[in-house]
T-cell receptor, first 112, second 113 residues
Framework: GQSLEQPSEVTAVEGAIVQINCTYQ??????LSWYQQHDGGAPTFLSY????GLEETGRFSSFLSRSDSYGYLLLQELQMKDSASYFC?????????????FGKGTTLSVSS | EAQVTQNPRYLITVTGKKLTVTCSQN?????MSWYRQDPGLGLRQIYY???????DKGDVPEGYKVSRKEKRNFPLILESPSPNQTSLYFC????????????FGPGTRLTVL
């Protein structure tokens, strides 16, 4: 079957560093993405890893290890506005093309 | 402005009354998809489309239909809505089916009584 596992909740304080892990099990694999969603809003794209290694975009970094079926999102210098839900997602091989499978999300709460 | 639009944003309806949620993108994207989001379950893909006239089922297609007659539009049809289809629905598009950014619409909150 297809599944993605990520922690349901993470809490941290402003200025801290947080790592959100994601492990996946899929029949095919075309890369790992991360999305952010604030309450009541639409998911917005943060990063994509097609190959092993680290991708850095400002305060956010994402890592992928295909051999371990594992990735993480690293958020540095946390700000209050980073309080949101974070979803990992994988492209999975499917009959006609590729379907996007999302994890259930990690709620990050940043306090002052 | 590059965007994905959905209509309506909010809808309250009754069981069995057919409805359509429209989705349109102005980015010439090939790949479009529909998701539903329920508390504790994350985003689950309903249907997706690789291009015009090419659609396929996602994880939770039961009770839904889609069509892709034009590249920019990807409507979601509920022929006979039931209360278990009460949910927040998102349409999304991306340049291709490969990895990379999906652009999401603002969402449609549907309540079926």
């Amino acid at each position: 079957g297809q599944s993605l596992e990520q922690p349901s909740e993470v809490t941290a304080v402003e200025g801290a560093i947080v790592q959100i892990n994601c492990t996946y099990q899929t029949s095919g694999f075309y890369g790992l993405s991360w999305y952010q969603q604030h309450d009541g809003g639409a998911p917005t794209f943060l990063s994509y890893n097609g190959l092993d290694g680290l991708e850095e975009t400002g305060r956010f970094s994402s890592f992928l290890s295909r051999s371990d079926s594992y990735g993480y999102l690293l958020l540095q210098e946390l700000q209050m506005k980073d309080s949101a839900s974070y979803f990992c997602a994988v492209r999975d091989a499917h009959q006609a093309g590729t379907a996007l499978i999302f994890g259930k999300g990690t709620t990050l709460s940043v306090s002052s | 402005e590059a965007q994905v639009t959905q209509n309506p944003r909010y809808l309250i309806t009754v069981t069995g009354k057919k409805l359509t949620v429209t989705c349109s993108q102005n980015m010439n994207h090939e790949y479009m998809s529909w998701y539903r989001q329920d508390p504790g379950l994350g985003l689950r893909q309903i249907y997706y489309s690789m291009n015009v006239e090419v659609t396929d089922k996602g994880d939770v297609p039961e009770g839904y239909k889609v069509s892709r007659k034009e590249k920019r539009n990807f409507p979601l049809i509920l022929e006979s809505p039931s209360p278990n289809q009460t949910s927040l629905y998102f349409c999304a598009s991306s340049l291709s089916s490969g990895g990379g950014e999906q652009f999401f619409g603002p969402g449609t909150r549907l309540t079926v009584l």
